[in-house]
């Protein structure tokens, strides 16, 4: 979805290294989350931001940080990267639900490799 | 693009025949149920969703069912294109709570 965006797409780097995913969107939302996705596995979700001054924790936090800078900018840092975090990383975004629509709108993904 | 999903059960059907995608979900309390689509090198694109005072919704070719008593959800796509290629996942999720999404079926159309 154009509406929302992740930056890099694609990013090698080494064990050890502090690494950050960025991601914005222009839909409005206060929602965001992080994800990742391993073959053959679902999605599992890392942070999620209901508005710039809440952040909370997922399924799999550990070794992760984000930041949301701006009802418009979350990012995903990796602080120390290990190999077992090589993934592919979504960023997604809602609206608050209470007009009914609860759906996820998903950047394109930005793939990791942590050698 | 990169693949996704390389260990996925994969679903082969001939272009022009209808596919049935199923899913099984874990929680009977959830009360939200999505479908998508991911392309390869895509993210995540919306299909459907269906509530869970429904047990049916139809889209454009496309139509959901909710099966509550055996947690259960299909996607049926009728008139099978190859630019429905693609893997396909569920995701539940009860007010309140994040999403659960499925591991995902690939779906294959054969010419």
């Known amino acids: 979805d154009a509406d929302v965006t992740q930056t ?13 995913l960025e991601c914005s969107q222009t839909k409005g939302h206060d929602r965001m989350y992080w994800y990742r996705q391993d073959p053959g596995l679902g ?4 942070y999620y931001s209901f508005d710039v001054k809440d952040i909370n ?6 070794g992760y940080s984000v930041s949301r800078q701006a009802q418009a900018k979350f990012s ?3 602080e120390s990267a290990i190999p077992n975090q090589t993934a592919l990383y979504f960023c997604a975004t809602s609206d608050t639900g209470l007009a009914g629509g609860r759906e ?8 990791l490799t942590v050698l | 693009g990169e693949s996704v999903g390389l260990h996925l059960p994969t679903l082969s059907v001939q272009e022009g025949d209808n596919s049935i995608i199923n899913c099984a979900y874990s929680n009977s309390a959830s009360d939200y149920f999505i479908w998508y689509k991911q392309e390869s090198g895509k993210g995540p694109q919306f299909i459907i969703d269906i509530r869970s005072n429904m047990d049916k919704r139809q889209g454009q070719r496309v139509t959901v069912l909710l099966n509550k008593t055996v947690k ?3 996607l ?4 099978t294109q190859p630019g429905d290629s693609a893997v396909y996942f569920c995701a539940e999720a009860r007010r309140g709570q994040n999403f659960v999404f499925g591991p995902g079926t690939r779906l294959s159309v054969l010419p």
């Open chain 1, 57 to 62: 924790k997922g399924e799999i936090s550990d």
């Open chain 1, 43 to 46: 999605l599992r979700l890392i």
């Open chain 1, 104 to 111: 996820q709108f998903f950047g394109p993904g930005t793939r």
């Open chain 1, 8 to 20: 890099p797409r694609n990013r090698i780097t080494k064990t050890g290294k502090r690494i950050m």
């Open chain 2, 72 to 74: 259960h959800l299909s």
């Open chain 2, 76 to 79: 049926q796509i009728a008139a």
């Open chain 1, 76 to 78: 995903l840092s990796l």
